[in-house]
């Protein structure tokens, strides 16, 4: 239940997605803490406001004792020892009534002392927890850094890949470049042939022409 209340608190001042984020549920902690230590404290003035009025409450009555206790003296000594009488018998009420307020005061000083004991330890808590809080921030700032990191290397490592792909897409271009550069020097050697045996045939039919005409002229000559 506690947790439930503290995620419900958490809820109002950062929303429903951050509410399982530790330094959303530490600076929440603080807020509760906080909030208990003022409670503590303003419970502390008011156990001290009640024990003040208890001591003030206690004088009055011995004062009031004491004042009676000299006026029936006064009266004692004026011979009025019937007024007197009066007069002493509220001073035994009054005493009386101041000694009924000891044990009040006695608990209400236990619980003056108790709450300042509290205040003190919370107080403590609270310094505590504001350490761990920062922990808590530095250790969460730590690990999305991490998560930051391992997310990267995934892309990383993927460009790499990618990278290395075109490398290989480059190396390839550059073989596919060769052979063609190849393959077009044995064209060029090939028509460069076919050329040389085009001349040496067209320069051997040419003598075969050049001797038949040879025989036909010398064939049409009359003999000398």
Request: aromatic residues 2%; proline residues 1%; charged residues 30%.
């Amino acid at each position: 239940m506690a947790r439930i209340r503290e995620m419900l608190s958490a809820q109002a001042h950062h929303g429903l997605d951050e509410i399982e984020d530790p330094d959303v549920m530490a600076q929440q902690v603080l807020r509760d803490l906080t909030d208990d230590l003022q409670s503590a404290q303003r419970a502390r003035v008011v156990a001290m406001g009640a024990k003040k009025r208890l001591e003030q409450e206690r004088a009055q009555l011995m004062e009031d004792a004491d004042a009676w206790e000299a006026r029936a003296e006064a009266l004692l000594r004026a011979g009025d020892e019937t007024v007197a009488r009066q007069a002493l018998q509220r001073a035994v009420a009054s005493r009386a009534q101041a000694q009924s307020l000891e044990r009040p005061l006695t608990s209400a000083d236990q619980s003056v002392q108790r709450v300042r004991l509290q205040v003190e330890q919370l107080k403590r808590e609270l310094v505590e927890a504001q350490a761990r809080a920062t922990q808590i921030r530095a250790s969460q700032h730590a690990a999305d850094a991490a998560g930051a990191a391992l997310q990267f290397r995934d892309h990383y490592s993927r460009a790499m890949e990618r990278a290395q792909k075109m490398d290989r897409l480059a190396r390839r271009a550059g073989g596919l470049e060769a052979e063609a550069a190849a393959a077009a020097e044995l064209v060029e050697e090939a028509q460069s042939l076919e050329r040389d045996a085009d001349r040496v045939t067209s320069a051997a039919e040419v003598e075969a022409a050049m001797a038949a005409l040879r025989a036909r002229v010398n064939a049409a000559s009359p003999s000398s």
